[in-house]
């Protein structure tokens, strides 16, 4: 289904007349209400067909959106209700699409929203228009010109708070693709008078107020300028400040735009400083002061404020006082100087500082130029948007005014000409025939102006270049002789004697009857202003500055380049520039936005009749839509036209197939229109009454409403039968669910059904064939039993009759045997007679006792003596030679292993031998003493340097010596004593000093005890009556006990041939001097650990505690 679009138009929920070409009864009236209507109801755009008239709204409308934006985007121009946007949007368009260069003119008096209307269509421009960073940057410098360009260029008036006072053109440059590239402003005469002079209530251009408000302390410092306006005298007191303009911010917004513009901070610098010296120039005073040759002369009151500017712009002071004293005049190579009076002065300083400053602001146009320059060379598509000075008149007109009020009168016959001619053209290339409308042609208000002979401005420069005395009034003379008869100059003087007794015009003034009303101008000034002269001193002066701005201002002052041409008057330059321009406009498509201005005030929905009508007619406006309608009030290309009527005929609805020119041909005869009424162009329909328009709409409203409800009541049905079918359908699919599911369930239900039956069977089944195949499992077991059992027995029997047999074949073999041995005994019996048995007896046993010798060899255990190993008995008659063999085998090895052994390893054993007979078994501690070698000697005596003497004492040798613990006979204490054997003595000596302290002769000792336990304590008994036995038996405790006691018995042995006693008890008795006192073994505490305790329990006991 095709998209259903929503067309609308300009003539939906319209307000009054969106069109003034549709308004009827067309008179002023009328229009005036439409406008005010619409205005009421804050519609601030009419149309007069492509031609926008805006009325200032002095508010801020929230109608220029981005969505307000978005939705004029792409439209065409009467889709939406009237709107500075649409043109905008059908401009650029066909500046796009159709390659056609445009441009906006936009006119009306001062205050009406030129400016602001310019703005808005070069910020909708610049939203629409192709996007990027580099492209925004190119849009962003062309919209940042605009508030520096107002700062220099705006001030406020009596009619405006932001009056533009120059012109301006500016072309924006598109690419074939319609993103911006660049632009090139034009500017047009500054207001340049304003910069000495204001009149009362209005103000100096706008940017002095903003340096003094916005500028930081520290940057006014520098500019040498003071916040106070009352300190300047170019500054108009009585308004400095206006409503709702905050000048401070706007110096930063200045600022900021001169940055994005691209002004590098030396040239904002440099710029401030002009309008500082500007500023400062106008607070130069001048004083008379007569020189002695009665000639008058001026002098500065206070050079205060003129070093200050000369510090400023960097010119010598004395070069400056001078020039404003001092003028040079040049003629034929010849150089007069004259002294300047006063007034001389004051004019100078005057002429200076308008020069200054109109030619800065003419360099800060070249400047943005310079900034916003297209930089490819490929060709362009130009938007051009004129915002000029608008038409106005004062109190006081002067020279300005009717350069302006000029300008104003070039644009309303560019107006007048060029829509009379795209009208007439339209009409030609549609082939419509075209009657001509009367219409107020303003061509000879501007001839009065510019004619080259008699024009107001050629006589102006006439006279300017006349030679003699020229003075306005010699100026006024000439216009009233040469322009008294044109009907639109009138003077007091003239030779027409219409105005003689005219009191409104004053003798200095000439009147013309401009397009916008008739103005009065002040003639004083005219001839100064048009030649714009300054003192070549004072431009001279200025080309001295060592500041770079200042001097490139003033290209003149280079003496090397002097001209004495005079320059074109400033009247004739702006001529050419306007006529440039006009013939730059005539070249472009040109789009018309008519500003109206509503009141006087400056106030937002005061809507001043007399004055809206005042501007509706001089700007012919009224014209202009019957212009429009005189051939046809409205048309329409052929398409949108048929799409828009299209309903009101059965043959075109709801599609025409064919031409659309065919279309709207049988629609208009449908519709029975009068033939009268309308016209067929090529490509459009043109109708000439808006009454039939209306009619059209009429019926076009009570068409759509008759559709809607046809619409209405299709959807409606619609709407049911789709419930309907819908709901039948969905029964259906209920229906068809639930049969489904009812049949589903049944089936099931058959299913388990036959599943269950089929498993009893297939369970009947599958049993019987389980018996069947058990029974038959059976049989096979049965029959496989029975032959097994079958073939046993068969094999049983078989195996009995093979060993029966067997048996019997053996049998035969024995009684065979016997029977042959039988046979060989009684053959042979006689040979071997009673003996051969005992022979046969004797020769087993031999050969047996051979066997058993020869196996012993082999059988023989190792040489170890403890080794206990010895084979088995063979033979039990062998079973003594076993044992005495087993005997003799150890013996021998006994021997062989004591062969092995030296003297001394003898020595050791026999000593050894002796103490296994004397205390194995008998003594504890002797088990323990086994695995250690007897060393006799513990104590090297010899080697120790402290026991020489002993060692000199005893010259036997040594058999031991050891550290003994002597027990005291008192007390039971022991003492550590040296105990040395010898082979006659034994000796008992002092540990520490090597003193013998006892010697005994071993024929003295008779006895030794000791204990059966685990001890080392002994006593050694003297024979009674010996010499050493004066104090009695030694006790004494060894830890080589076991030692000690064998080798005094050995040696004892050796040197007596007596066997020493030696006692092994727990209890025995020893002499101690008079008394027997018995030593007495008990199992003693382990108190003091393994070391046995002897203590003296009385006379007659001493107890030794064994742990
Ligand atoms: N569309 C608008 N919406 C709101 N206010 C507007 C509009 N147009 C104009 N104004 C108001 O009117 C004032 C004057 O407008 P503008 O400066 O555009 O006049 P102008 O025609 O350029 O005058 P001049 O010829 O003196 O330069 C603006 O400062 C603004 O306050
Ligand atoms: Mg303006």
Redesign the pocket.
Known sequence: MAKMEVKTSLLDNMIGVGDMVLLEPLDEDSFINNLKKRYDHNEVYTYIGSVVISI??????PIYTPEKVEEYRNRNFYELSPHIFALSDEAYRSLRDQDKDQCILIT?E????????SKLVMSYVAAVCGKGAEVNQVKEQLLQSNPVLEAFGNAK?V??????RFGKYMDIEFDFKGDPLGGVISNYLLEKSRVVKQPRGERNFHIFYQILSGASEDFLCKLKLERDFSRYNYLGLDSAKVNGVDDAANFRTVRNAMQIVGFMDHETQSVFEVVAAVLKLGNIEFKPESRVNGLDESKIKDKNELKEICELTGIDQSVLERAFSFRTVEAKQEKVSTTLNVAQAYYARDALAKNLYSRLFSWLVTRINESIKAQTKVRKKVMGVL?I??FEIFEDNSFEQFIINYCNEKLQQIFIELTLKEEQEEYIREGIEWTHIEYFNNAIICDLIENNQTGILAMLDEECLRPGTVTDDTFLEKLNQVCATHQHFESRMSKCSRFLNDTSLPHSCFRIQHYAGKVMYQVEGFVDKNNDLLYRDLSQAMWKASHSLIKALFPEGNPTKINLKRPPTAGSQFKASVATLMKNLQTKNPNYIR?IKPNDKKAAHIFNDALVCHQIRYLGLLENVRVRRAGYAFRQAYEPCLERYKMLCKQTWPHWRGPARAGVEVLFNELEIPEEEFSFGRSKIFIRNPRTLFKLEDLRKQRLEDLATLIEKIYRGWKCRTRFLLMKKSQIVIASWYRRYAQQKKYQKIKNSAVIVQSYIRGWKARKLLRELKHQKRCNEAATIIAAYWHGTQARRELKRLKEEARRKHAVAVIWAYWLGLKVRREYRKFFRANAGRKIYEFTLQRLMQKYFLEMKNKVPSLSPIDKNWPARPYLFLDSTHKELKRIFHLWRCKKYRDQFTDQQKLIYEEKLEASELFKDKKALYPASVGQPFQGAYLEISKNPKYKKLKDAVDEKIIIAEVVNKINRANGKATSRIFLLTKNNVLLADQKSGNIKSEVPLGDVTKVSMSSQNDGFFAVHLKEGSGAAGKGDFLLSSDHLIEMATKLYRTTLSQTKQKLNIEISDEFLVQFRQDKVCVKFIQGSQKNGNIPTCKRKNNRLLEVAVP
């Open positions: 200032n709204p002095y508010r801020s409308l009306g001062s205050g009406a929203g030129k400016t602001e209307a008036t009619r405006n708070d932001n009056s533009s915002d000075y608008g500003c």
